[in-house]
């Protein structure tokens, strides 16, 4: 027990030898911790064809198919990794109501596929379980349900997630021009507060729907974001569970389970929907205190305004059973009263899963009458909205808390356009791709301190390659945002890793901003934000970023190239004195890194300097 500091083999016998009683003490009674008996990973049987990932994920989508009785369809390429649903009549209404999408891993079901309908998503994108779908596979989705009321995408704040999106968004602006794409990433978890990229978890769901169902009263398309947004901003989700969860081709029969995360009497809060290791792991309590505890976690970070109402979410993680969750969700709700948070609206099922996780997840959104009635759109049922919200009178009237003041964004300044010189044009790329290939070695010796030793190689490749296609002519260098399309398709073939998906990013940015008329400081000022945007890196978190940002700050400010150019070399070497807050080095610790550049930001130093010398 545990007065004994040892596991207790027998609950009815208190074995500590301090029990002056002949009964079993609070201690003796807990139930004991068996190793023998995982109550997680590697032990769920599936009743399924075929275990293994891309099948299993290709028969559940026929299978949703089937039961839509033809109100939803699939795109036709399961051979090249598409896995995508879409609404029968999506393409009809493209050019008048702005098309929804989302997607990510499969596993979450009824989750993104289950949310396509009427009123709901336009398409959903579905990848391997827990794995990102291609960027090839989003940018079909996009094709398909595109038309002149443009396209919103909603995306999970996971990085595999915004960088596949994210690439496919921006060729999708690039081919597309006229048609306005946009993407709203959600990051909804405070499980982990204060890490600066919280992940996106089963709250999506209020913003899935709130911006469907603008959409679908033919809101333009600013308006659909503006919504999602919003949305966004705003809600809020923790998640707890008695096990992790077990992906089906890790099942392996004979195999020895391995020893579980959780013991019987243990509970973990604040875990991710792909069983990622959560805030902590505490001792099991009844539902009324779970409850309790997760809407305590939820309060610093929940606020509404006057006039706005709460509106919750209670997701079954997976294997909760209907009893389970009818008594937590009356808690949850309970715990919010006492909390001065009364819920005017809410739902509860199967929402977002995590394949077998034994769990839930309680999300929370203060709204206005108007994101209410949004929340409230009448639809047909679906496997991902099955009901509508519950009402019930408030117990008492919410507190008018002050709103979070927003700040502007700041307008950069454009400047002058240079000449579109075919020769100036092969200059610049030759001489940024052979910084780069001389940098190599520089590099590589900076990754091995701080990362895993690839960023020099990756960049060389996608360096030479380009310098290839310039022999083989294969760019307009006439039509600069034509070349930066381009480039970006040469980069996307040769280059891998998070740096690769970054580079690509940030060609099709600012061919999409030379496209839309934008001068060449707006279309580098655009690619710096693209990075921004998707990899979710700002100034000060040792990145990249550190170099460009102040860049493009000097050239939109309309300084000249050299003090462009000293700008990037001096952002570079203020990393080594930064502690990195994402990428690999942001896992190591301070003494390891501190001192040493990132090389990603010495990187984009080197070819800066040699595009300013031949300008």
């Known amino acids: 027990c545990r007065s004994a500091g040892r596991a207790q ?77 879409v609404r029968a009549d999506a393409a009809a209404d493209s050019d008048e109501q702005v098309a929804v999408i989302s997607g990510g891993g499969s596993g979450h079901e009824p ?31 996009i094709r398909a349900v595109a038309g002149k009321a443009g396209v919103v995408v909603v995306v999970m704040n996971y990085m595999g997630d915004r960088l596949q999106f994210g690439k496919a968004v921006e060729r999708a602006r690039a081919e597309m021009p006229g048609v306005p794409i946009s993407m709203v990433v959600v990051a909804d978890d405070v499980a982990l507060h204060p890490h600066p990229q919280p992940r996106g978890v089963a709250g999506t769901l209020f913003v899935m729907k709130a911006a469907c169902a603008a959409a679908a009263r033919r809101a333009p398309h600013q308006e659909v974001v503006a919504v999602a947004n919003a949305m966004a ?47 902590e792991i505490v001792p099991l309590e009844t539902s009324e205190r779970i409850a309790g505890i997760m809407v305590s976690r939820l309060r610093p970070h929940v606020a509404p305004a006057a006039g706005e109402q709460l509106v919750a979410l209670v997701n079954n993680l997976g294997t909760a059973t209907p009893a389970e969750l009818t008594q937590f969700t009356a808690d949850a709700l309970n715990a919010c009263d006492a ?9 509860a099922g199967h929402f977002v899963t995590s394949l077998d996780m034994h769990g839930v997840s309680l999300s929370l959104v203060p709204v206005s009458d108007a994101e209410l009635a949004l929340l409230d759109a009448p639809i047909p049922p679906c496997p991902g909205w099955k009901e509508p919200l519950v009402h019930a009178a408030p117990t008492a009237a919410p507190l008018p808390l002050a709103a979070d003041v927003e700040t502007s964004a700041i307008p950069v300044p454009g400047t002058p356009s240079a000449p579109a010189d075919a020769a ?32 020099g190689q990756t960049l060389k490749q996608g360096a030479e390659a380009v310098l290839q296609a310039v022999e083989r002519g294969e760019y307009p260098l006439a039509d600069v945002a034509t070349t930066l399309g381009k480039v970006a398709g040469t980069m996307e073939a040769s280059m891998g890793g998070t740096s690769g998906a970054l580079y690509v990013l940030a060609a099709q940015a600012a061919a999409a901003k030379l496209r839309s008329g934008g001068t060449y400081a707006a279309a580098f000022t655009a690619a710096v934000e693209a990075i921004s945007f998707y990899g979710g890196a700002a100034i000060g978190d040792c990145t990249m970023q550190d170099a460009l940002i102040p ?65």
């Open 9 to 85: 083999t027998q609950p009815s016998r208190c074995q500590s030898g301090t029990c002056v009683a002949n009964t079993a003490c609070a201690a003796a009674t807990l139930p004991r911790r068996v190793p023998a008996t995982p109550h997680g990973a590697m032990t769920r049987k599936y009743i399924l064809n075929d275990k293994a990932s891309p099948a299993v994920v290709e028969r559940g989508i026929d299978a949703l198919l089937r039961a839509s009785g033809g109100r939803l369809r699939r795109l036709d390429g399961y051979a090249g990794g598409v896995k995508v649903v």
């Open 111 to 141: 989750g993104y596929a289950g949310m396509v309908g009427q009123g709901l998503l336009a398409a959903a994108v579905c990848g391997d379980v827990f794995a990102s779908p291609s960027a090839s596979a989003v940018y079909q989705a």
């Open 233 to 279: 901003k705003k809600v809020k989700t923790i998640g707890v569970s008695l096990n992790d969860c077990t992906v089906p081709s890790a099942v392996q029969p004979g195999a020895t389970p391995p020893p579980p995360r959780l013991a019987l009497e243990e509970m973990e809060l604040g875990l991710g929907i792909h069983g990622e290791k959560g805030r």
């Open 339 to 347: 909390a001065s948070l009364p819920v005017a609206a809410h739902a």
């Open 424 to 455: 100036v044009v092969e200059r610049c790329l030759r001489a940024a791709c052979c910084a780069l290939v001389a940098a190599e070695p520089e590099l590589t010796e900076m990754d091995k301190q701080v990362g895993d030793a690839d960023c």
């Open 551 to 615: 860049a493009a700050v000097a050239l939109g400010e309309g300084q000249p190239f050299l003090a462009v150019a000293a700008a990037a070399q001096t952002g570079a070497a203020s990393t080594a004195a930064l502690r990195a807050v994402l990428g690999r080095a942001s896992y190591l610790a301070e003494d390891q890194v501190v001192g040493v550049m990132d090389p990603g930001a010495v990187a984009c130093a080197r070819w800066i300097e040699a595009v300013v010398k031949e300008l």
